[in-house]
């Protein structure tokens, strides 16, 4: 029914994981320099990104490899390579696989091949690790680590020492390392805002040990609109925005101390319910055998997104998470089991008054054509 997402956003969700941004997005005023957008056209050219893309189609990590540091050789930056070049081309994988051209095999064989190749460009740079030390970690239950492995080589190409805590990583073992190591800031990066809650709780351990963080990813929201109101100091949408922000001004404002308070926390409540709220629509919904696990996992995913959005104050997260979702399902009545999903939900939570506004929303965006 669902497709197990890929290492990378297959669609164009509100925003898009840090360094996979496309060329020309709006700059966003410079009055506000927690958000950054990348503007100009892109540093490499089509025909190039096309050429790759077919070695990525034939899993050809020879001639991806042979044309990023065809690239390197001929003056272009690290930046160049991994934003313009295996970030864009990233991209339209996901999209190939969301629209049913490619297989989850074609989707993974083609992210293994990227992922070398980002090793072989890190392997051609020599940093000075002369401008301090970040800490990058994907938020804990986001396995999407390749869009983060780019902001990493291209920040650490910029002059900064960076340590890699890889995906999902627990709260507790991210607080234990920022008090062994006291970096300068922490990159945090969110690819689903189902997930948001946890972000939240990871840049409230952050501030609380003293540490900024400059957070990325569609996890975030359109133009990182969530970012601070979890509290991070910046969003930046691509891995150059990342060294702006770590180079500018924004990291001297005190980023510590309790998060702004936004929402409600009548998510809490939701949250412990989430077991119960999975089993119950199972019951209700009554899919046959081979079909169960996934629904489960929708329905987790969506008490997931329902409990971010009371978090952050604004149901538009769960309108688009349930439209994004029924894109992703690949049965004829995907949308029908969301409706079902929102329905048994709604009827669960009548006590929580946000709970019930913001299914109802979902439900009828769900019947209105987007």
Same mark, same amino acid.
Request: hydrophobic share 45%; net charge negative; charged share 20%.
């Given at each position: 029914?669902?497709?197990?997402?890929?290492?990378?956003?297959? *669609?164009?969700?509100?925003?898009?994981?840090?360094?996979?941004?496309?060329?020309?997005?709006?700059?966003?005023?410079?009055?506000?320099?927690?958000?950054?957008?990348?503007?100009?056209?892109?540093?490499?050219?089509?025909?190039?990104?096309?050429?790759?893309?077919?070695?990525?189609?034939?899993?050809?990590?020879?001639?991806?490899?042979?044309?990023?540091?065809?690239?390197?050789?001929?003056?272009?930056?690290?930046?160049?390579?991994?934003?313009?070049?295996?970030?864009?081309?990233?991209?339209?994988?996901?999209?190939?696989?969301?629209?049913?051209?490619?297989?989850?095999?074609?989707?993974?064989?083609?992210?293994?091949?990227?992922?070398?190749?980002?090793?072989?460009?890190?392997?051609?740079?020599?940093?000075?690790?002369?401008?301090?030390?970040?800490?990058?970690?994907?938020?804990?239950?986001?396995?999407?680590?390749?869009?983060?492995?780019?902001?990493?080589?291209?920040?650490?190409?910029?002059?900064?020492?960076?340590?890699?805590?890889?995906?999902?990583?627990?709260?507790? $073992?991210?607080?234990?390392?920022?008090?062994?190591?006291?970096?300068?800031? &922490?990159?945090?990066?969110?690819?689903?805002?189902?997930?948001?809650?946890?972000?939240?709780?990871?840049?409230?351990?952050?501030?609380?040990?003293? &540490?900024? &963080?400059?957070?990325?990813?569609?996890?975030?929201?359109?133009?990182?609109?969530?970012?601070?109101?979890?509290?991070?100091?910046?969003?930046?949408?691509?891995?150059? /925005?990342?060294?702006?922000?770590?180079?500018?001004?924004?990291?001297?404002?005190?980023?510590?101390?309790?998060?702004?308070?936004?929402?409600?926390?009548?998510?809490?409540? &939701?949250? *412990?319910?989430?077991?119960?709220?999975?089993?119950?629509?199972?019951?209700?919904?009554?899919?046959?055998?081979?079909?169960?696990?996934?629904?489960?996992?929708?329905?987790? $995913?969506?008490? /997931?997104?329902?409990?971010?959005?009371? *978090?952050?104050? /604004?149901? $538009?997260?769960?309108?688009?998470?349930?439209?994004? $979702?029924?894109?992703?399902?690949?049965?004829?009545?995907?949308?029908?089991?969301?409706? /079902?999903?929102?329905?048994?939900?709604?009827?669960?939570?009548?006590?929580?008054?946000?709970?019930?506004?913001?299914?109802? *929303?979902?439900?009828?965006?769900?019947?209105?054509?987007?």
């Amino acid at each position: 029914m669902t497709r197990p997402t890929p290492d990378e956003p297959t *669609r164009e969700e509100p925003g898009r994981a840090t360094g996979e941004e496309p060329a020309g997005t709006r700059r966003l005023p410079p009055e506000d320099p927690g958000r950054v957008t990348p503007d100009g056209p892109g540093r490499v050219a089509p025909g190039v990104v096309q050429a790759y893309l077919g070695c990525l189609d034939r899993a050809d990590l020879v001639g991806a490899t042979r044309l990023a540091t065809g690239l390197l050789d001929a003056g272009a930056s690290v930046a160049d390579v991994l934003v313009d070049l295996v970030a864009v081309a990233q991209r339209e994988v996901g999209l190939r696989w969301l629209s049913g051209r490619w297989s989850i095999a074609q989707e993974h064989a083609a992210t293994h091949v990227s992922e070398q190749v980002v090793e072989v460009v890190a392997a051609h740079t020599a940093p000075t690790d002369d401008r301090g030390h970040v800490v990058l970690a994907c938020v804990e239950g986001e396995w999407h680590a390749l869009a983060a492995r780019i902001v990493m080589e291209v920040v650490r190409a910029a002059g900064w020492r960076v340590t890699f805590l890889g995906a999902s990583v627990p709260v507790r $073992q991210l607080v234990s390392y920022l008090h062994q190591t006291g970096p300068d800031a &922490v990159l945090l990066s969110c690819v689903q805002p189902s997930r948001l809650v946890r972000a939240g709780r990871m840049v409230e351990a952050c501030r609380a040990a003293g &540490v900024p &963080v400059v957070a990325g990813g569609p996890g975030f929201g359109p133009e990182g609109r969530w970012a601070t109101t979890v509290g991070a100091a910046g969003w930046g949408a691509t891995a150059r /925005d990342a060294v702006r922000l770590l180079s500018g001004p924004l990291l001297a404002a005190p980023h510590t101390g309790a998060a702004p308070t936004a929402g409600s926390d009548e998510y809490v409540p &939701v949250l *412990r319910r989430r077991r119960e709220l999975v089993q119950l629509v199972l019951r209700e919904v009554t899919p046959v055998a081979e079909r169960a696990e996934e629904v489960a996992g929708v329905v987790a $995913q969506l008490v /997931d997104a329902l409990a971010a959005a009371i *978090r952050i104050g /604004d149901p $538009q997260l769960l309108v688009e998470f349930v439209r994004w $979702q029924a894109g992703v399902l690949d049965t004829r009545d995907g949308a029908r089991l969301l409706d /079902d999903v929102l329905r048994v939900c709604a009827t669960a939570l009548t006590e929580h008054p946000r709970s019930a506004d913001h299914l109802h *929303r979902a439900r009828t965006a769900l019947a209105t054509p987007p």
